[in-house]
């Protein structure tokens, strides 16, 4: 099993090791564990949460799709005690952990992503342990070949516009169908964005709202918690 250097501040490697799994440190371009033929990312629940305000974890998502056959996205921790710390709703983030899972890349292996929710790292060992014992043969494990492949044109027109809060994949499709372009959307009115199939009022007054608003900067305006809390 290779695991990210990133890794050793983890308590996993050390059960791991326990649970006399051979492991083998190295700088992994794409996510935290590679067993086998398969990728897994390891995100504690407050580091997934916050991935997924930043946009971070979509890049995330399209290199393992891109990469592997098969991936795995551990998410570690309790989500009624991260959401009540985060102040967020509950049905926002089970329906990233949906999407994750339908994600493809547009290319290289397409591959398929499953997310699976474990409460502590004691139970994130016992999966890569069981994941280990299953897809690993006693034949020598090489670390399989890693490439980051530049995202199309089409994939960061997506990516930004499905990144403002309301916005996911499908209705970014929506919006760059019938504006055309970045520059076309973020220009519209709220009457033009209502335009879109399925946007209502309040959330085309939302959109417009957010793409016309002055940057007020200053370290309060710009912490991760304060953008959480706001999306």
Partial sequence: MFIDTREKRSRIPVLLEKMNIPITYTD??????????????????????????????????????????LSYILIEGIISEALMYRKMK???????????SLKRASDGKQGRINTVNLE?????????KFLHNRCVSKDEIRLPRIKKVPHSNTYRLLYI????????????????S???TIKGFTNATVEELMGVDGIGKKLAQKIFDILNKEFEGG???????????KV
């Fill in 28 to 69: 992994l371009e794409v996510g935290d564990y590679i067993i086998g033929d398969i990728c897994v990312e390891r995100k504690e629940i407050n580091d997934y949460i916050g991935s997924l305000s930043s946009g971070h974890l979509e890049e995330q998502l399209y290199n393992m799709s891109v990469n592997f056959n």
């Fill in 161 to 176: 516009t499905s990144s403002i809060p309301g916005i996911g994949h499908k209705k970014a499709e929506l919006f760059l």
């Fill in 219 to 229: 370290e309060e305006e710009c912490s991760q918690k304060n953008i959480d809390q």
């Fill in 120 to 128: 502590n790292a004691y139970d994130t060992a016992l999966f890569l």
């Fill in 178 to 180: 019938r504006f055309k």
């Fill in 90 to 100: 509950r049905a926002p983030l089970i329906s990233s952990l949906v999407g994750c």
